[in-house]
């Protein structure tokens, strides 16, 4: 172990429940007895983690109010979670859990919650292969479980905020989420971490997603953070027979984003669909690594990312589907597009299939380009300004990713959100809204 992964632990103090502190020390032994990934760790080749070489500090609970705060955050109707720093701020929290779903903290579980976060916690999650996961656990004083009932219709989303505010120090948040959707359940979960300020700040997330047979989730994660932040996490997921999984992710971009998604098909008749945009200017750092296991026949997946990179900035993907030998009768698609809006911006983009069956139908693609010269001229020549045409380019490259999302006041809220990342005059954006 480095003397800056032992610094990193250092912050991730100890306490909770005690019927987590047996998934702590687990998390302490497997973190002491790694080293940090470097250039040339495959999965970390175009990643560094130089940002981490700093001194964090443990949160501490906020007191600061909304105004103080700063932060004007949506409401999507329903059961709404705000957590600053880490730590749930029921004051700023909707607490109505809607019928069919329970919502509570690891620390305010009964013990019939807790028997069933023992059984499932980190049943998704391969600390083998996500160092980071191991940190996780080793930091687990706290988390939160939602549990959807067998046959439930939760109409209204459910909405996890966490934020980070603005301190004198860097310091660490650790987030952990284990949802579990019950037999031909249905869900809407929106998972959203932002800042309130300019701080920085390391967040440590791992979500898990297990979805029993037939059931259906609809989970959008957005990583909001300003350039300041860094956040390495990911999202682990469990699809039993006849489970479906809507998954759409965003991310601006910050100082560095790693973000692992996993999703492994366990059941015949499984169907994922895994969308995302990742948006990056001056000199941020954004990398998205997906998987999808494939081991049971039957079973559907179509992946879309597209970036936008500008400045000297740089991004990252990597897309791999994996094809087990019994998942006969698999349909699996994965694009990855991007747009490169500077001569100095970088992407490193890796779609990989590997199949082990022989009746399947598989295809991934990748392209790298730059706006289209003629459709600038097309749109300049009727009236419209190089640099608004340049901007409403762009953001047509991802609006097809946007307009997939189901749920339309999610819709409604990313639009001008991310309108404003492309400019904040809005003689330039009056077209996109």
């Not at 479980?145 to 650790?174: C, D, G, K, M, Y």
Request: aromatic residues 6%.
């Amino acid at each position: 172990m480095t003397d800056l992964m032992s610094r990193i632990l250092d912050t991730a103090g100890g306490g909770g429940p005690d019927w987590l502190q047996e998934r702590q020390a687990s998390g302490r032994r497997l973190w002491n007895a790694a080293e940090l990934p470097n250039r040339k760790t495959e999965a970390w080749k175009y990643t560094s983690l130089h940002a981490l070489n700093q001194d964090f500090d443990s949160a501490e609970p906020s007191a600061a109010g909304k105004a103080e705060l700063g932060f004007e955050y949506p409401y999507f109707g329903g059961c709404k979670l705000v957590f600053v720093d880490g730590y749930l701020r029921e004051d700023l929290s909707c607490m109505d859990t809607p019928a069919g779903a329970q919502l509570v903290r690891f620390a305010d579980a009964n013990p019939e919650q807790v028997a069933t976060i023992q059984q499932h916690l980190g049943s998704a999650v391969d600390t083998s292969r996500h160092l980071f996961a191991n940190l996780s656990d080793a930091a687990l004083k706290d988390g939160v479980f939602l549990q959807v009932a067998a046959n439930a219709e939760v109409a209204e989303p459910l909405h996890l905020i966490w934020l980070t505010s603005t301190r004198q120090t860097a310091f660490t948040v650790h987030q952990r989420l284990l949802v579990i959707a019950g037999a031909n359940s249905h869900a809407n979960l929106i998972e959203h971490f932002d800042c309130a300020g300019n701080g920085s700040a390391f967040t440590n997330g791992i979500t898990e997603l297990l979805l029993e047979d037939g059931a259906t989730l609809q989970h959008h994660r957005l990583h909001l953070e300003d350039a300041g932040a860094i956040h390495i996490g990911g999202v682990h997921a469990r699809l039993a027979k006849d489970s479906t999984l809507e998954s759409f992710h965003l991310a601006l971009g910050s100082d560095l984003k790693r973000i692992d998604v996993v999703v492994n098909h366990d059941g015949p008749g499984a169907h994922c669909s895994l969308n995302g945009i990742y948006l990056l200017h001056d000199q941020e750092h954004v990398d998205y690594h997906t998987c999808i296991e494939h081991a049971s026949p039957h079973c559907t997946t179509n992946e879309v990312f597209r970036g936008i990179i500008g400045d000297r900035a740089s991004a990252v993907f990597n897309g791999r589907i994996h094809i087990h030998p019994d998942a006969q009768k698999t349909h699996a698609e994965l694009s990855n597009r991007n747009l490169l809006t500077s001569a100095q911006a970088e992407i490193n983009t890796k779609p990989e299939l590997e199949i082990y069956a022989d009746d399947v139908q598989c295809a991934h693609g990748a392209t790298v380009a730059q706006l289209d010269p003629n459709m600038l001229h097309y749109l300049c020549t009727r009236g419209i300004g190089r640099e608004e045409a340049e901007i409403m380019l762009s953001y047509g490259f991802i609006n097809e990713v946007i307009d997939s999302i189901k749920l339309e006041a999610l819709r409604e809220y990313l639009r001008p959100l991310l309108a404003k990342r492309f400019s904040r005059d809005p003689k330039l954006t009056r077209h996109l809204l």
